[in-house]
């Protein structure tokens, strides 16, 4: 896969969300994740959810996934989440491929 620019980093505040495409980027402040866009659960957008620094959480029926640990499924959640690989260069993210 070749690089895709994303965002800009600035774009989304800590703890905050962007999707772009299929590809939901979540800024943890010390570094940014990767994963699908919609919940395996029921397609909902996930960037409408909640991230609290480590662990993403989709409000239409409180799936939750730790991205610290590669998307693992936490509570109620019983798939993991499809995980992005990215890289940050300056003030761009941009997505370099798939997996952990």
Known sequence: MSRKLLCRAAEIPVNG??????????????RFFACQA???HEGVALC???????NLTCLEHLWQW???????????AEAPLKMHKIDLEGDAVYLTGTGP
Do not use: S, T, W
Request: hydrophobic fraction near 30%; proline fraction near 6%; charged fraction near 30%.
């Open 17 to 30: 969300m962007k999707q772009v495409d299929d590809v939901c980027v979540i800024n943890a402040g010390d």
């Open 38 to 40: 919609a919940c395996p």
């Open 48 to 54: 409408n959810g909640v991230f609290d620094g480590e």
């Open 66 to 76: 730790n991205l610290r640990e590669g998307g693992e499924p936490r509570g109620l």
